[in-house]
């Protein structure tokens, strides 16, 4: 009898306690940075390697917000990539960290492991180019987007000059040659958002967006309005990403599990050789 009275003792003890440590309030006074706003959601993420604890900013992304929840806690539909079925179901729990940067970043939130796996939907973007400054630096101004700059002075070029194949190029290597360096020095006199947005990207200027900065929460995508499930957590301050991945939260306790798990072990495409697993996602309530 007595044996039984502590054993139901010890599971309400324990249950009592795992709410308790879902409760935000008890984590405001732990956390590494305060809360850029106490009335935004809190999520604790748990992996194999430790509790990483995050604020959300839904004025700067709310949709963004929205659907990170929701496949957090199960209530939005997805099509699993593994199987290509419709679930309903916490999306984020037993997905991996896929790819794994020391210094720049960790990426997960994809089913299948190897960062090929969304949801089965897209979602846009949101960004402000205003709030970020992209509207006002110059591209000469901008080193970190010179890639962006000769992309687009490439393709610049081969409109121009009707440059359809290799073999055209090759004819019109040297015309082609002068062309690029003029283009260049053209587009350099351009805006980063005036550069993004002929790439597609499209921006919102009310929003108060937040820059790719450490430990700042960002979508992973593959272009313009690709949004899904992946994310990853900036290590660094990424500048080259403002403008193309919506930020939507930051650490603000567990920044040295972070740096631990981008550390790990990896393959050549930087993949943890032992899995470094997410275990739940739970927001903390209020």
Known sequence: MWKKILTISLVVGIAAAGCRSSNKENYLNKLEEKMKNEQNP????????????????????????????ELAEGTKEFTDPKDGQKKKEPYFNGVTFHRVIDGFMIQGGDRKGDGTGGPGYHFN?????????????????????????????????????????????????????????????????STVEELLTTSGYQYN?????????PFTLSMANAGPNTNGSQFFINLADNAFLNGKHTVFGKVLKGRKIA????????????KPLKPVVIESVIRLKD
């Open 42 to 69: 809190l999520v604790s993420m748990k992996t194999n390697m430790g509790e990483i604890i995050i604020e959300l900013y839904p004025d700067a992304a709310p949709e963004t917000v929205k659907n990170f929840l």
């Open 125 to 189: 973007d949101e960004i402000s180019a205003a709030a970020l400054g992209l509207n006002k630096l110059t591209l000469a101004e901008a080193p970190q987007y010179q890639r962006e700059l000769q992309m687009a002075a490439q393709q610049k070029v081969f409109q121009e000059l009707g440059i359809r194949s290799q073999e055209d190029l090759d004819k019109k290597m040297d015309a082609a040659n002068a062309a690029f360096q003029k283009a260049v020095t053209q587009l350099k006199n």
């Open 205 to 213: 200027n009310q929003l108060p967006s937040v820059p790719n900065e």
């Open 259 to 270: 740096e631990s798990i981008s550390k790990v072990e990896k393959d050549q495409r930087d």
